[in-house]
């Protein structure tokens, strides 16, 4: 079946640097993609998200890019901070908006002092 | 900042029983939304609410799942006999408009299911 996965479980970076989180996609019909951060015990929180006609899109401290060709996409966070850790995932949607998002499995993303 | 809230934080309940979720959307939001997420596990779609009627649901929303906006703030999610596999952490959504918007989510109820 169609999926949204990411590459890796975990990814821990040294604080100040700069981490990239990768996720693959299927759904080649899927035109909105978001990244969401999930601290623990908490919701998940909108971080940006991205329309199949961009290839990139910035926010504060965050990159996210699209490459349709290969079907993935990054979030990039620029000098990582402690609260920075959460788990992130990518979500899509064939239809635009939060109607049946697909969820990727999620990274955590560990930030070392 | 307005935020959407969820009660109760943690419910236990007795497989069979029937339990309702209840949420307070953001209030000049319009479309509303069910997720749920097993431990370790996505998070996972269940169904999408709008002019008071459901837009969308997934294979997991079946006849045991219901929803309603009794009033002019609140969703609720209904599970009218729960099972163990029900056990989750379940998470109201709402946003201000269809389409490419940002959907806010609550903090979430456990549902644990003995």
């Known amino acids: 079946g169609e999926s949204v996965g990411l590459h890796l479980p975990t990814l821990s970076v040294q604080e100040g640097d700069n981490s990239i989180i990768n996720c693959a996609y299927s759904?080649?019909?899927?035109?909105?993609f978001i990244w969401y951060k999930q601290e623990s015990g908490k919701g998940p929180q909108f971080i940006i998200d991205?329309?199949?006609?961009?290839d990139k899109r910035q926010g504060q401290r965050v990159t996210v890019l699209l490459n349709k060709t290969v079907k993935h996409l990054s979030l990039q966070i620029a000098a990582t901070q402690p609260g920075d850790s959460a788990v992130y995932f990518c979500a899509e949607n064939g239809r635009g908006g939060a109607d049946g998002l697909t969820f990727g499995k999620g990274t955590h993303l560990i930030i070392q002092p | 900042e307005p935020e959407v809230t969820q009660t109760p934080s943690h419910q236990v309940t007795q497989m069979g029983q029937e339990v309702i979720l209840r949420c307070v959307p953001i209030s000049n939001h319009l479309y509303f939304y069910w997720y749920r997420q097993i431990l370790g596990q996505k998070v996972e779609f269940l169904v999408s609410f709008y002019n008071n009627e459901i837009s969308e649901k997934s294979e997991i929303f079946d006849d045991q799942f219901s929803v309603e906006r009794p009033d002019g703030s609140n969703f609720t999610l209904k599970i009218r006999s729960t099972k163990l596999e029900d056990s989750a952490m379940y998470f109201c959504?709402?946003?201000?408009?269809?389409?490419?918007?940002?959907?806010?989510f609550g903090q979430g109820t456990r549902l644990t299911v003995v």
């Open positions: 959504a709402s946003s201000e408009a269809g389409g490419w918007t940002e959907a806010f």
């Open positions: 991205i329309r199949s006609n961009m």
């Open positions: 759904n080649s019909a899927s035109d909105y």
